[in-house]
């Protein structure tokens, strides 16, 4: 078992228009095990998890309203190595602003293609009524992105954890695919939860 000093850290930043639930993200996946630590440009949550005998340092930046203004820089994107997109699936415009906050990312962060992207679609409430933003829709840009893609509700917790959990078990896989002398180093693809259409299935 890793050290808590030694652990990898997956630096985190979650964007997305204003009211698509990103504060409510953070803080219902960050419950009480998380502290917080302070720097000129944000607030970082910080949280330690243990994924598949892997212990792992999630750092995950807090916009602080920041969004509003459209004002995130290159300072808030630095070092940022997994970054997840926020839209409401009641709100078309938040998706479709979707690829405004992209190209944000890409003009600031240092390295966007080695990071890993998730895209999030909050406020489903599991009913039948139709979202302004269909499943299959959101899948499709995220394939456009070569990006991952899940459906979440803050409301009532549904799959809070397995979004962060998605870029910690990709994070491991893509480690132990460039390590493959370094069996230690691998995680067991086949305890990961499995999703379909954007669902988590335990």
Not at 31 to 52: A, C, G, H, P
Not at 60 to 79: F, N, P
Not at 96 to 106: C, G
Not at 135 to 141: E, I
Request: proline fraction near 3%.
């Amino acid at each position: 078992m890793v050290s808590i000093a030694n652990c990898p850290v997956l630096k985190i930043a979650v964007v997305g228009d204003p009211g698509v639930g990103k504060t409510t993200l953070l803080r219902k996946f960050m419950r009480e095990d998380s502290t917080l630590m302070k720097s000129k440009f944000t607030d970082i949550q910080v949280k330690y998890v243990d994924r598949n005998g892997h212990k792992v340092k999630l750092e995950i930046r807090d916009t602080a309203g920041l969004e509003r203004h459209r004002s995130l820089t290159r300072s808030y994107y630095q070092g940022v190595t997994s970054i997840i997109f926020m839209y409401d699936v009641n709100n078309r415009d938040s998706f479709d602003n979707l690829t405004k906050w992209n190209d944000q990312y890409t003009r600031n962060c240092r390295d966007p293609v080695n990071s890993q992207t998730l895209i999030v679609g909050n406020k489903r409430q599991l009913t039948n009524d139709t979202p302004a933003v269909p499943a299959d829709t959101a899948r499709n840009f995220a394939n456009h992105l070569e990006a991952d893609f899940i459906e979440v509700s803050t409301s009532n917790s549904f799959n809070i954890d397995e979004c962060f959990f998605r870029l910690v078990d990709n994070f491991f896989e893509t480690h132990s695919k460039r390590q493959p002398g370094h069996s230690s180093s691998r995680v067991d693809l086949n305890s990961r939860p499995k999703y379909k259409n954007g669902y988590c299935c335990l």
